[in-house]
């Protein structure tokens, strides 16, 4: 059987990779929803933690989750939208097939930031409280739920030989491929390979560093939402460097310039101002 993932450099071949996991009643399930929820349950068991430990109700941030889940799709979704809406505007039905795939992890970010906003003001509790509470359990549901991407053979970058070099069938690939990419073809007894970045595992990788950053920085913290800030910081320069790799990447109109490095860009800026003008604000009141 020909490998339908392999990672050459590595010594590494997956022979048969399905996305879907299993079937209930002939419904299938698919690996990327299972890997989601393990992230969402993964980065919920984290907050629940930290909450009991700052003497916070960690019952509050299991209602907040019930909120959020909803809101953070529908900004996911209405994100990929906006900037694909070529694909959407001869049949604005297509908005409402989920099942389809095109959900951007950025508009469920900021989907959740508005939430928080709201939640925090109805229950009377502190924003940046809970925001710092909950970065380190965010980017740890990122950092898993991007492993969906492997199972659907999907965000992948540019050609590349590197030693992390990931090569799919190109046949399980609908789209995406970019003339460098077709120009690399490896060909294994008669099997046409593309030859690409795992982006999938950069940013799988580089969002379990910045959370393990942010749980070492969450005791160093100088001023409430300062790790919240630390994540936009953290995430935003990851994902800058890495969607500057992909192929499927969302642009504004006709720029050529992907969305997400602009927005990447503009938060890092916000977050690094924020942290030097508290952190001087902090200093200061000291010398008084």
């Not at 010594?11 to 009643?25: C, P, T, Y």
């Not at 992890?105 to 940046?128: C, D, E, P």
Request: glycine residues 10%; contains cysteine.
């Amino acid at each position: 059987m020909h490998p339908e993932v392999w990672f050459p450099h590595l010594g590494i071949k997956i022979e048969r990779l399905n996305n879907v996991a299993f079937r209930i009643f002939g419904f299938p399930v698919y690996w990327y929803g299972i890997i989601i929820g393990l992230g969402v349950i993964s980065g919920l068991m984290l907050a629940l933690r930290e909450a009991k430990r700052t003497n916070q109700k960690p019952e509050d941030y299991i209602d907040f989750l019930l909120y959020d889940l909803i809101a953070a799709i529908i900004g996911a979704r209405l994100y990929y939208v906006i900037f694909s809406w070529d694909s959407y505007k001869n049949n604005p039905l297509k908005i409402f097939a989920l099942r389809e795939g095109g959900l951007a992890i950025y508009g469920g970010v900021l989907a959740s930031i508005i939430v928080a906003w709201i939640f925090t003001k109805k229950r009377k509790m502190s924003f940046g409280l809970l925001a710092d509470t909950a970065a380190p359990s965010l980017i740890l549901g990122q950092a898993i739920g991007r492993w969906g991407n492997f199972f659907n053979q999907e965000a992948f970058g540019e050609y590349t030989n590197s030693f992390f070099a990931m090569r799919l069938m190109k046949q399980n690939v609908g789209q995406y491929l970019t003339e460098n990419i077709l120009n690399n073809l490896y060909i294994h007894e008669g099997i046409e390979y593309i030859q690409v970045h795992p982006t999938f595992l950069y940013e799988s990788m580089w969002n379990l560093g910045v959370c393990l950053f942010l749980l070492w920085y969450k005791k160093r913290k100088k001023f409430t939402g300062e790790v919240f800030l630390m994540y936009l910081v953290g995430y935003g320069c990851g994902r800058i460097w890495i969607e500057g790799l992909r192929t499927d990447q969302l642009i504004i109109g006709s720029t050529g310039i992907a969305v997400s490095q602009v927005l990447s860009g503009i938060l890092i800026f916000i977050g690094l101002s924020l942290i030097i003008y508290n952190r001087k604000k902090y200093k200061n009141s000291k010398k008084v």
